[in-house]
Each structure stands twice: as C-alpha cells, then as structure tokens.
C-alpha cells in the first residue's frame, strides 16, 4: 500500500499533475529526506518533539489515572466532577494554546502543558469508565472472600479497569503526537513542526526539506502507535480480549 501511494505520488507529479512549485516529487523529497537524516538539525528536532510528547503523556496521563480512579470508585464525587470534566473534554486543547505561549513561550514547558492538557481529560473519563464496569460477578466474589482496602484495588479494580485504561492511553498518545507538533508549529518551539515551518517559510525550492519532514512526522506517529499497541498486547496478554487477538483455538 505504502509503495502504491509513493508510486502515484512520483507518477502524478513527472506527469504535471502536481506542480513542482507547489508540491515536490517522491524522489526530491526522498532525497531531501535522507540528506536530513545525516544532520544533527533533524534528530534534534525529533528528540525535542518526543521529548514534550513524553512529558506531556505522563503528566496528563498519570493524572488522569489517579483522578479517574478515585472518582470511579466514588459515586458522589463522580457525580459533582463529571459536568466539569465533560465540559473541559470538549474544549479543543489547541484553543488554550495561545494562553499556554503568552504564559510559558516558545519552550518545551509550553508544548508538554499542552499534551498534558489534551490528554488528561477523555482520558480521565476512559478510567472512569474501567473502573465503574467490574463485572458484577467478580466485585461479588471479591466482597464474598473479604478483598478490601488498598488489595481489592490493586487485584480486583485496576485489573478489570485496564483494558480501558491501555486503550486511553493509545489514542492518547496519538493525540499528544499531534499537540506537540502542533504546538511547534503555531508557538515556534524546538522540533519537528518548527522545522516544517521554517521550511515552508524559506520558499519553494525548501519544499522537499518540509515535507521530508511532515514524513518524519508521521513515521513518528507510525512507530508511537504500533509500540503502544504491541505493550497493550504484551501487558494484557491474560486478558481475554487479547488473547481473541491471537485467534481461535483450533478444535482437535
């Protein structure tokens, strides 16, 4: 599929469909593409993207695992948080950033508040979620054979709450990807979205250089998703949806 798509790419452009000036062939971005990966300029772009990208993650993410738990296992605190929490999900986190640059600037503390703030709050209600569906048959054993306190949570809440909890925490990671090139883009930060600007600025002929990096950015969305998706596998290998993954059994 990939190979289809970069042959069509280079077919439509020698054949004038897409104009030089506008968009670069296959082959110039290619090139262009490989003569970055041979600079420093690149791989400090992308340890800065994934650098806030990582932050970010585990501020909102962490948080919003702690949050979600304690509301989830609290009906009268579910019930006052969850209007202020539905509210915030719907706030697209790109609208608070021009707040986020006036406070914090074109730094990495900037762009990881951002994915901090993106994340945390669908995320908050995926771990509400988890941890209000334990099976009733389970939470009736667990009550049966006295499982309290701080083990029931740890062997019976978290468990039954992870299979939403690692689904969460892919999507995202996915969407704090996004906010941080984003972020690069519109607040001037170091990383991969502040070279794809300074590309696009410098005229036409730095276009491969800009869309080598809009590459670079999605192979990094690419890589992000598929190690985020073989953990999930590998963490919640017990699990029976991951094990449906695997395939039926075959019958002897």
């Known amino acids: ?3 289809a798509a970069l042959g069509l790419w280079q077919a439509l452009s020698a054949t004038g469909v897409l104009r030089a ?6 082959t110039s971005t290619m090139r262009a593409l490989g003569d970055q990966l041979t600079t420093t300029q690149l791989w400090t772009a992308v340890r800065d993207t994934i650098a806030s990208w990582a932050i ?21 605190a579910y019930q006052s948080a969850i209007p202020v929490i539905e509210f915030f999900k719907t706030i697209p986190a790109v609208a608070i950033l021009p707040l986020v640059i006036l406070k914090f600037g074109p730094t990495l503390q ?4 951002l994915v901090a703030f993106g994340v945390f709050w669908p995320l908050t209600i995926q771990v509400i979620y988890g941890v209000r569906s334990i099976d009733p048959i389970v939470r009736d054993t667990a009550i049966a054979l006295q499982v309290r306190g701080l083990r029931r949570f740890f062997v019976v809440t ?28 519109i607040g001037g930060a170091s990383g991969v979205g502040l070279n794809i600007l300074n590309s696009e600025n410098s005229g036409p002929a730095a276009y491969p250089i800009m869309y080598a990096y809009i590459f670079v950015a999605g192979t990094l969305g690419i890589l992000l998703a598929g190690v985020f998706a073989l953990g999930e596998r590998w963490v ?12 039926p059994s075959h019958a002897t």
């Open 236 to 247: 919640l290998r017990w699990h029976e949806s991951q094990r449906n993954v695997k395939g």
């Open 21 to 26: 000036d506008e968009f670069p062939s296959m």
């Open 110 to 113: 900037m762009k990881y508040v």
């Open 56 to 76: 970010g993650l585990l501020i909102g993410g962490g948080g919003a695992i702690v949050v979600g738990a304690v509301l989830g296992l609290n009906r009268f």
């Open 158 to 185: 978290m468990p039954s709450a992870a299979p939403y909890i690692a689904t969460g925490l892919r999507v995202s990671a996915a969407v704090g990807l996004i906010l941080s090139v984003v972020a690069e883009l």
């Open 1 to 3: 599929m990939l190979g």
